[in-house]
């Protein structure tokens, strides 16, 4: 019987795997290549900044635009493309830039250079851009996208539409017109508060780096024209029905509540949340639906004959594994009650150490896609 | 090499004691602790009489929480014991109180606020916000109280983001004097960058675990902030150490005996041999990072264990108080301080 997320992988096209930072998410997103590419469908997996070793397992020596081929013992098309986070900005200003001296201007521009590298949403847009290119090409059934480490799970999905907001030309050409129109003299009469404002920018800022910022947004306005509907086109491919979303938990407070956001807001976005994986989950073991006893422990290291100082070690190390489960549990359990009931919940173990090689992400199959999960 | 024969013109001169200083940034990986921890530091400060503020940014209030109180609004300080206090700062509030004191008109400011500009400001050119938020932080530890004249805080702990934006906070300053160089903001980032730079008075500790992901970006982010940045580093905390041993072979044994016993047994057997594989697997996986880690950052460093908890709570924290507290008493002693100011 295929389980659940089997199913996933075999009806859509795309799977973006949200959550946030450091939760497993990179390596959840290759597992579930892999899975995919060894069912037989030609698979590319979208990752971000992955382990050396893993990386080193995917093939991905260095940063490519380009998806490489990753060998694959058993058969199968599985290609891995790691995306490159810090010239996102950049790569955006050449792509639209409609000649070469617009688009060096800006690019020598300091006031681009210094804040190019924290300006929001860039990497996410780019991502997605990136996504739709190659979801078009035809090349492959299925993509599977990891999203950049934010804090919040939402921030990829809202990126696109701050960068719009950021963009919008109006906001863009406000901000250059004091100085397009050749004086602040038309400003502060056209509205004295923000003449005020700006005369006090120009006092705290000194001219030279406010004319720096000004030219800047004068070369980026007519840079984006057609922006806005490219950012709905990319909307639309995250709502399409064989676009399904994966969000990648840890049983931790704050892991939790930043997820259960997540879910609040899933209608709002109007994407589909297809499964909900739990890492990193410890369990806590019941016999007849009871944690066994210290005494009753002991017994049983009696049984298998071990040293009374190692017994000693070995309950205490139980116990304290115990109280972890049970911590986990409780804090799942209370979540669950919030994940819609039409996604899957799949819970993996805490299994000691990075996965680094194909082998150890196809191990990782044995709990992603038991099919009792 | 004795202590007598090394050239003392070829050492960097000694940094004062970490106690003297009045900002400690604490940075680290998501996930890594980093909020528990600047808890912990602070706290150790207080214990030595230090008035010491623990500045969360664009945190959920978990400072607060951590320590059993309600977080109070942004930009407002909790406090929580005599000598101990917590506050969420976030950018753009700091930015608004920041503007608030260069417009100080409430009828304008309402006008700035509602505007299209100002909110392009706030959400698009997140440098300014890093900018405000460090310009903030700095404000509080050097605070007054306009009654005495005193500083209100000796210490303020930051609890910065997680990495990639720590060091965006941490470079702001830096970017900001250069775009520019005259006028207010020029001027301010140069005190920024001064005192940041400063080591009588500014510290940076690192938080990690000693797992793969972590440790590469500690040590990247150890060789950006002591060599880009050029700031002066404090403790590295290693966090979350599994430091049980168990015999791999002796736990074979072990699991081959288990399966001779009967199903009910045998359950519970196999559950207690399976835990101590990972128990041991974690531990030395931890031993391994720790190692490549303190191979390649040269800081003076501090080790907490996991902790094992259902739920982490108030004891947990003043048990790692007290490891936390032996092991820095312990460095500060074998640290030679000359005694003297920077600056």
């Known amino acids: ?22 939760v497993g998410k990179t390596t959840t997103a290759a597992a579930l290549a892999l899975r995919a590419a060894r069912s ?24 490519a635009d380009e998806p490489v081929d990753v060998p694959l013992p058993g058969g199968g098309t599985l290609a891995a493309l790691m995306l490159d986070q810090k010239g996102a900005w950049d790569r955006l200003v050449e792509r639209h830039a409609p000649n070469a001296e617009i688009r060096d ?9 210094h804040l190019s590298q924290s300006f929001a949403g860039s990497q996410e847009y780019m991502a997605i851009e990136q996504l739709r290119a190659l979801h078009e090409s035809g090349r492959y059934d299925l993509i599977v996208v990891d999203t950049p480490p934010t804090r919040h799970a939402l921030d990829f999905l809202e990126a696109p539409q701050r960068l719009a907001d950021f963009l919008d030309r109006s906001v863009i050409r406000w901000f250059v017109k004091p100085y397009f129109s050749a004086s ?13 404002l700006f005369r006090r920018l120009e006092e705290a800022t000194g001219v030279s780096a406010l004319v720096e910022v000004s030219e800047f947004f004068t070369a980026m306005a007519g840079l984006f024209e057609n922006f806005e509907p490219r950012v709905r086109q990319v909307y639309q491919l995250l709502r399409d029905p064989r676009t399904g979303f994966v969000l990648v938990v840890a049983p931790e407070e704050q892991v939790l509540q930043e997820a259960e956001f997540f879910i609040s807001q899933i209608e709002r976005l109007g994407v589909s949340l297809r499964a909900v994986i739990v890492n990193r989950m410890h369990r806590e073991v019941l016999v007849r639906g009871r944690p066994p006893r210290r005494q009753a422990l002991m017994t049983v290291l009696r049984k298998l004959r071990a040293a009374p100082e190692l017994a000693e070690g070995l309950a205490a190390n139980f116990d304290d594994y115990q109280a972890l489960g049970r911590g986990d549990m409780l804090r799942v359990e209370a979540f669950q009650r919030l994940v819609p009931r039409q996604a899957a919940l799949v819970m993996v173990p805490n299994l000691p150490g990075d996965i680094h090689s194909l082998d150890g992400l196809a191990a990782l199959h044995e709990y992603l896609f038991s099919a009792a999960a | 090499m004795s202590e007598a024969s090394q050239t003392p013109s070829m050492l960097p001169p000694p940094a004062p004691p970490i106690l003297h200083r009045r900002l400690w940034v604490v940075v680290g990986k998501g996930g890594v602790g980093k909020t528990t921890v600047s808890v912990l530091l602070a706290m150790w400060a207080a214990e030595h009489g230090k008035r010491v503020l623990v500045a969360e940014v664009d945190g959920a209030g978990r400072a607060a929480s951590l320590l059993g109180v309600q977080p109070e609004r942004l930009g407002v300080a909790k406090r929580v014991r005599p000598n101990l206090a917590v506050m969420s700062v976030e950018g753009a509030a700091a930015l608004a109180e920041y503007l608030a004191l260069i417009l100080p008109v409430r009828r304008v400011l309402d006008v700035v606020f509602s505007s299209r500009i100002y909110q392009y400001f706030v959400a698009a050119a997140p440098g300014l916000k890093e900018l405000m938020t460090i310009g903030k932080i ?13 500083r209100v805080w000796d210490l303020v702990v930051m609890d910065a983001p997680a990495t990639g934006h720590s060091l965006q906070y941490l470079g702001m300053p830096k970017a900001a004097r250069e775009v520019f160089q005259t006028g207010l903001v020029g001027r301010e980032s140069q005190r920024l960058v001064d005192l940041l730079s400063n080591p009588a ?18 040590v990247e982010m150890y060789h950006k902030i002591s060599t880009d940045l050029a700031l002066p580093l404090g403790y590295l905390v290693v966090n979350r150490l599994h ?10 044994r072990l699991k081959a005996n288990a399966r001779r016993l009967p199903q009910a047994d045998r359950v519970v057997a196999e559950a207690i041999v399976d835990r101590a594989f990972e128990e041991e697997g ?4 931890n031993r391994e990072y720790l190692q490549r880690l303190l191979e390649r950052v040269q800081m003076p460093h501090v080790e907490l264990p996991f902790v094992f908890a259902e739920e982490f709570g108030a004891t947990h924290l003043e048990r790692l108080r007290q490891v936390l507290s032996r092991q820095l008493a312990a460095r500060e002693q074998n640290t030679t301080h000359h005694g003297f100011r920077l600056g």
Not at chain 1, 51 to 58: I, Q, Y
Request: proline letters at 3%; aromatic letters at 8%.
């Open chain 1, 1 to 22: 019987m295929a389980s659940a997320l089997d199913d996933i992988l075999a009806k859509h096209a795309i799977i973006v795997c949200a959550g946030s930072g450091g």
């Open chain 1, 40 to 63: 037989g469908r030609r698979t590319l997996v979208m990752t971000i900044d992955p382990a050396k070793r893993l990386a080193d397992a995917l093939g991905l020596e260095s940063l």
């Open chain 1, 105 to 113: 201007k800006i690019l020598r521009n300091r006031f681009y250079q």
């Open chain 1, 184 to 196: 602040w003299a038309t400003v502060r009469m056209f509205n004295r508060t923000v003449g005020f």
């Open chain 2, 138 to 150: 700095w404000y509080e530890a050097e605070r007054t109280d306009p009654e005495t004249g005193d």
């Open chain 2, 201 to 218: 008075r500014t510290a940076v500790h690192i938080v990690t675990t000693a797992e793969e992901m972590p440790v590469n970006e500690s």
């Open chain 2, 243 to 252: 430091q049980r041993r168990f015999d791999t072979g002796e736990l074979q």
């Open chain 2, 282 to 285: 974690w531990s030395s996986i």
